[in-house]
């Protein structure tokens, strides 16, 4: 297949090695994988804080960048961005675009996937020849796990890892209390939201907490070195593009 990488604001600016795995792992697995040059902010940040019309900019030229016929899927490492391509551009489209606007969103949106969900739904693959042996444990996002409904496709995906120890996360389901402006807006609230969040964590004694989402590892991983708790954030693609030959190199410094 053709896949379209979609980098995501916090990818390119912050954590580009989850984006790097997510191409090297797709490109392991057989697959041709292009990244358009002209790709921006899909505009979940404007819809979420109450802006419908300033996006439509940037939900254009989303569906102009992957709308390209030669893309057979468009892959993401994140839960919230496809949940905002797959479901906020059309309303946005609907409400404030023209009919071009609404046929380029239908088209791409079709072919969206967060990264689990395409592995698991389209390219059929638990085992993608990972080899991670470390002790994890798997924080589901809300937008993947409520939004895009991909339930225990990545848990699936990480029990097939070879040599990892994966333990269950106490209360999994909770929200880390990040929600993008959520966490400005409500500060006190998220701030107990990641305390809950981090005492499972450290419950587990895990040296790894691994999710979809950048966003919420940016928001449990300053938590938890802020604790000094020893453990770890790392995205699922980095774990899935974890191998025996060109294994990912956990060490203390690094924690």
């Known amino acids: 297949m053709r896949i379209g990488l979609f980098a995501t604001c916090l990818g390119d600016t912050l954590f580009p090695e989850a984006v790097k795995s997510t191409a090297v792992l797709l490109a392991r697995l057989g697959h041709e994988v292009v990244f358009p040059p002209g790709q921006t902010c899909c505009g979940q940040m404007h819809v979420n804080t109450g802006y419908q019309r300033e996006p439509v900019p940037l939900v254009r030229n989303f569906a102009e960048q992957f709308g390209d ?7 993401m490492p994140s839960g919230s961005c496809a949940g905002s391509v797959r ?4 309303i946005v489209a609907e409400r404030y675009g023209d009919a071009a606007l ?3 969103v239908a088209t791409v949106k079709a072919k969206t996937y967060e990264l689990s969900e395409f592995l698991v739904d389209v390219l059929d693959a638990t085992d993608v020849g990972a080899y991670f042996p470390h002790r994890v444990t798997y924080h589901p996002t809300c937008h993947s796990l409520r939004m895009l409904r991909v339930g225990d496709k990545p848990l699936r995906l990480l029990r097939a890892v070879e040599g990892i120890d994966l333990v269950e996360l106490p209360e999994a389901d909770s929200c880390c209390g990040f929600g993008g402006t959520f966490a400005v807006k409500n500060a006190d609230t998220s701030t107990a939201m990641l305390q809950d969040k981090m005492r499972n964590i450290s419950a587990t004694r895990a040296d790894v907490c691994s999710a979809g989402d950048s966003s919420c590892l940016m928001h449990i ?23 025996r030959t060109a294994p990912y190199a956990l060490t203390e410094a690094a924690r």
Do not use: C, M, N, P
């Open 102 to 104: 609404r046929s380029g």
């Open 87 to 90: 479901h906020q551009h059309e």
């Open 69 to 75: 016929a030669s893309i057979d899927a468009v892959v």
């Open 221 to 243: 991983g300053g938590g938890l070195s802020r604790i000094k708790s020893g453990t770890r954030t790392l995205h699922l693609a980095q774990i899935l593009g974890s191998t």
